[in-house]
């Protein structure tokens, strides 16, 4: 199978100067009740799986926005993606929508001058190439996490947005659930102390993918799926037939994913490192486990912090004077051997709710530091694609989140203490190999 020729929309001929020089500014009435139909929002929608049929409803729902095209490899959802965006807005008589295009190959998206912003929940390692290319022809961005699928690639879509001055969100939501965000400011303002350890639980790093050839799923693109990673016989562990309910296993291979330390990692490292208000930094070291196994390794930070790959629920902070734990729907913080408020399931009686009005009126009533306050994902990108503010997991934060996790991953991977500068993205004391930040692209699909 041979990949198939770069072929440049008329767009991506023109170049992108024009748009970096004078960013898309949507008018402010977009917020208003009466959208005119030339001011919404118009979206593409690449990677037709489960996750990005939820955001395509989402999406949808929101006022201002006209879902115009989607792209998937695999004709039965792509279909199917088409097939619920004309539904959608059928049963709506919304007169003024123009329709909806399927495509296979994504740079149909990229190319069209009449889109706005991209979603993209691809499989990650098609996340970078998507998500620049969307960049690169003045598209804003809402990308899944982790936001890509090597340190390289993070370093290169951070400096592709503030090239192009584009707007980037992050699908890293819990930042904008209220549990975190008040777990977080509880730690930044000093509430347990000095910040000693955190814990963070998910499930094991990517492993080689070794799965035995099957037949070739019928109207699927196998060699556009694959796109830059390694030539290999299809699988339907990777991409499954049909319109499957479930979230594909690709996540647990290298070529494709990082295994759980880049799945649910990407959102509990995420909420390690806005405790510690890393988000433009990161650790200098990481540290795989003693016994060689697959839970232990550490990430340490230049001031003495330890985060470990391991404990009993989403992120554990250890302070001198208490902790703070928290989840989805989960949340309790300990203050001086008191328990101020818990709620870790209904035997805890009471609801998470009170628990987090009881810890913000007596804690967090008028912090010092106040954290960025986002009530929907999705409605924060498309307010900030109309201010050109940054959103709450803009580039940098989904950027560094993912670095910490391919991190992690590189000490699992090689089995060596790794020393690490956050400011340069390099390693440092004669540790590591400037290899492992990239990997070998295929074809003409390349990050340089």
């Not at 037939?241 to 070529?255: A, I, L, M, N, T």
């Amino acid at each position: 199978m041979k990949p198939r020729p770069l072929r440049l929309s008329r767009r991506q001929f023109i170049g992108a100067g024009a748009t970096a020089a004078a960013p898309f500014i949507l008018p402010s009435r977009i917020w208003s009740a009466e959208t005119k139909p030339n001011d919404r929002i118009q979206l593409g929608f690449v990677g037709m799986g489960t996750q990005n049929r939820g955001l395509l409803d989402n999406f949808m729902r929101q006022s201002g926005t006209q879902a115009v095209a989607v792209c998937e490899v695999d004709t039965t959802r792509r279909e199917a993606a088409l097939r619920q965006v004309e539904r959608f807005y059928s049963e709506r008589a919304d007169a003024d929508w123009a329709g909806c295009q399927a495509y296979v190959d994504f740079r149909e998206i990229t190319g069209r001058d009449d889109i706005d912003a991209v979603v993209i929940a691809t499989p990650d390692h098609w996340h970078a190439i998507i998500t620049i290319a969307a960049l690169e022809s003045g598209k804003d961005v809402y990308c899944e996490k982790p936001l890509t699928h090597n340190i390289h690639e993070g370093v290169a879509v951070m400096a592709a947005v503030e090239k192009h001055k584009r707007v980037l969100q992050t699908g890293s939501m819990q930042r904008s659930m209220t549990e975190f965000r008040v777990a977080c400011e509880l730690v930044r303002n000093g509430h347990i102390g000095k910040v000693e350890r955190i814990e963070c639980s998910f499930g094991p790093p990517g492993k080689p993918c070794d799965l035995p050839e099957e037949a070739l799923e019928p109207g699927l693109d196998w060699d556009f799926w694959l796109g830059p990673a390694p030539e290999r016989p299809y699988n339907s562990t990777l991409s499954p037939r049909g319109v499957h309910r479930h979230f594909p296993s690709w996540r647990d291979y290298r070529e494709y994913g990082g295994g759980m330390v880049t799945d649910w990692g990407a959102h509990h490292l995420d909420i390690a490192q806005w405790g510690l208000g890393m988000d433009e930094s990161g650790p200098v070291e990481s540290i795989p486990p003693k016994d060689g196994g697959d839970r232990g390794a550490t990430l340490v930070y230049s001031n003495g912090v330890t985060v470990k790959h391991g404990g009993d629920i989403g992120v554990r902070f250890h302070g001198e004077d208490g902790e703070v734990a928290v989840d989805r729907g989960r949340f309790a913080f300990v203050r001086k051997g008191e328990q101020v408020a818990q709620f870790l399931g209904r035997d805890d009686g009471g609801s998470l709710e009170s628990a987090l009005a009881i810890t913000g009126r007596d804690y967090l009533a008028d912090p010092e530091v106040k954290l960025y306050r986002s009530n929907n994902h999705i409605r924060d990108f498309l307010a900030c694609m109309s201010s050109r503010a940054k959103p709450i997991t803009h580039e940098g934060v989904g950027a560094h989140t993912a670095i910490c996790c391919h991190l992690m991953n590189l000490a699992y991977y090689h089995g060596e203490k790794l020393r690490w500068d956050p400011s340069t993205f390099a390693f440092t004391g004669g540790t590591g190999n400037a290899d492992w930040l990239t990997r070998d692209y295929r074809g003409v699909w390349k990050v340089t």
